[in-house]
């Protein structure tokens, strides 16, 4: 069920989701159906609490936000906050006991963009995913930035941490442009073999963060931070149809029409013309 939703693409320019839905054998309830299991009211308040306190204290592992919500006066455990901040995706970015410990893992690549001075764009792209809240379930953002113009080049939705999604993701954004780096976390979706080939069959090199180091990537935290604070915590959306509508419009808002006070007032989409050729 899961790897049909992911077939669908909510921003054909041809095919609407009904359509695309019985193209694939998919029901339409069953592609906006949210992600259920963890999903129960309780959970989800916790949730959205654990949320909007990462993008402030992104520091917090499970046992500090255990007690921050104990603190708010919720009567949780510890077990259940660790699993739920992994159902989310997130962890603190303070590296805990034995993260030296060796084990089985897909190669990871060095950091290259510290001291990194930047004279354009697409000379460094990065991405990352995000939990999304939403008022009876939740989703999964992913996006891709370029570092000089902020300019977001792409994003997607997914119902499921898979790294397919950031698979796509990444091809689409490909077609528009090449970066000389491609900056990522250590996360699975990233370190895949299918990710990784996308990026050194083209010749882009590829840099990843420290472990536990979340401003490595600091730019495209900053996104998440705005995304949240300026659109999905105002808007509590009610389906995944309209929080693919709201975040179609967001990032129009984003790239188009928000000044950024980290490029003089201007728009990500007025420097990233303004250099593109």
């Known amino acids: 069920m899961d ?41 989800l308040k916790y949730m959205r609490l654990i949320d ?32 739920l901040m992994h159902i989310m995706g997130i962890q603190g970015t303070v590296p805990g006991p034995h993260t030296s410990r060796p084990h089985p893992a897909p190669k990871v690549y060095p950091y290259l963009l510290q001291h990194l001075d930047l004279q354009g764009i697409n000379l460094v792209w990065s991405t990352d995913i995000t939990y999304i809240p939403m008022a009876t379930g939740f989703m999964y953002l992913a996006a ?26 990444l091809e689409d954004a490909l077609q528009q442009a090449h970066p000389v780096i491609f900056n990522t976390d250590q996360g699975s979706q990233f370190t895949s073999t299918e990710f990784t080939r996308c990026l050194l ?56 029409e928000r000044p950024h006070s980290a490029l003089d007032g201007l728009t990500p989409a007025q420097v990233h013309c303004a250099t593109e050729h």
């Open 52 to 83: 909007e306190q990462y993008l402030r204290t992104p520091f917090y592992g499970s046992r500090q936000m255990t007690r921050w919500l104990r603190h708010q006066g919720h009567l949780v455990n510890r077990k259940r906050v660790q699993r």
């Open 201 to 256: 069959d083209r010749e882009i090199l590829i840099s990843m963060d420290g472990r536990g180091r979340a401003l490595d990537n600091v730019f495209i935290e900053r996104l998440w931070r705005s995304v949240k604070y300026e659109d999905i915590y105002l808007k509590d959306y009610q389906s995944v149809l309209q929080l693919y509508q709201g975040l179609e419009q967001y990032f129009y808002f984003y790239n188009h």
């Open 144 to 169: 891709i930035i370029d570092w000089y113009s902020r300019y977001v080049i792409a994003w997607t939705l997914s119902n499921t941490l898979d790294h397919l999604f950031c698979v796509r993701l």
């Open 3 to 43: 790897d049909k939703r992911l077939l669908i693409d909510p921003g054909h320019p041809d095919l609407g989701i009904t359509r695309q839905c019985s193209l694939i054998g998919l029901s339409r309830s069953s592609y906006y159906h949210t992600p259920g299991g963890v999903a129960s009211k309780e959970n």
